[in-house]
């Protein structure tokens, strides 16, 4: 196969994509169920950015996740495993059989994401701040391969308390790695307290540029705006890495859960589950409707 000598980015399908979204969301609550607790929270936030991702910027093949061409995904933040299972769960890499044996013994969906377990799950993630620095090695390896494959990493807002992920930052940019696009996850909420609260991030977008990269921000729950920011992040050839910096909603589509103080770790009843797809669908039809209004 003969290399693209530029990416050509297809049109994106919206409605397409908000019922790819939608079912990521539903997948993840239903493995939530499955244990009864997990970081549900994060996977029903982030699911707009997965969606955007492997359905309209990634190159990959369902049936053969090792394909020498393929993009590459890393989860830096190996506690939203929940999230990435989800995805690939709709992108055919993993049967939706797996999800009713999520965080068993001997599963392939550990409830930490771990590579030797997962089909397209590249890397074990978990120990926050070596994601980035994995993906700079990974997208330096590529360049000297003459390889188009791109590198997307996503990580979150509390790992830029981390100084290896900075010093990744600045790794990427010296090389000039405009293969490697990195995600920020910001829904302003770590374990102990609000990320902000912990050590404020802000201005998050300049000190990504201030250390050499393109850096985009945008609504991480406005799938036209993640398509948009995917498209230039794809479409720059500079010689710079790319940020794309996502404010996210945790809990998003499910008023029960957006409404919770604290939705780090979630806890939820064995009644609440069918109250939370319930919610779910209404607000998928809610949403698919009014769009449907306004194009009409």
Same mark, same amino acid.
């Given at each position: 196969?003969?290399p ?7 049109? +994106? ?17 239903l *493995?939530?169920?499955?244990q ?11 699911a ?46 993993i049967?939706e ?5 999520? =965080? !068993?013994?001997?599963s392939m $969906? ?7 377990y997962?089909?397209? *799950? ?8 070596? =994601? ?31 100084? !290896?992920?900075?010093?990744?930052? +600045? ?23 609000? !990320? ?6 802000e ?6 540029r201030?250390f %050499?990269?393109?850096?985009?921000r ?7 705006? $993640? ?28 008023p ?25 669908d ?9 769009? %449907?209004?306004?194009? !009409?």
């Amino acid at each position: 196969m003969q290399p693209a000598t530029h990416r050509v980015i297809a049109p +994106a399908d919206i409605p397409a994509l908000r019922r790819r979204a939608y079912r990521i969301r539903r997948h993840a609550l239903l *493995m939530g169920e499955v244990q009864g607790q997990g970081y549900v929270g994060q996977a029903l936030g982030i699911a707009d950015v997965l969606a955007v991702a492997y359905f309209h910027a990634m190159n990959l093949r369902a049936d053969d996740p090792e394909w020498e061409e393929r993009d590459r995904f890393l989860l830096s933040i190996g506690h939203y495993a929940i999230a990435l299972y989800a995805a690939l769960i709709e992108a055919g890499v993993i049967s939706e059989s797996e999800i009713e044996n999520y =965080g !068993s013994d001997d599963s392939m $969906l550990p409830m930490s994401g771990m590579a030797a377990y997962t089909p397209g *799950m590249e890397i074990t993630g978990g120990s926050l701040g070596h =994601g980035l620095g994995i993906g700079v090695g990974m997208a330096l390896g590529l360049k000297r391969k003459q390889s188009h494959s791109r590198i997307f990493n996503l990580l979150s807002d509390g790992e830029l308390n981390e100084g !290896s992920t900075w010093e990744a930052a +600045a790794s990427a940019a010296h090389w000039k790695l405009d293969n490697l696009v990195a995600i920020v996850d910001v829904n302003d909420q770590q374990a102990d307290d609000k !990320s902000s609260s912990v050590l404020d991030y802000e201005p998050i977008a300049d000190k990504w540029r201030a250390f %050499g990269w393109t850096a985009l921000r945008v609504n991480g729950n406005d799938i036209a705006a $993640l398509v948009e920011a995917f498209d230039s992040a794809l479409e720059s050839a500079d010689g710079k890495p790319c940020v794309i910096i996502c404010d996210t909603l945790m809990g998003r589509g499910v008023p029960l859960l957006e409404d919770r103080d604290k939705t780090h770790f979630i806890r939820v009843d064995e009644d609440e589950w069918r109250i939370a797809l319930k919610q779910l669908d209404d607000t998928y039809a809610h949403s698919s409707h009014a769009a %449907g209004s306004e194009h !009409s």
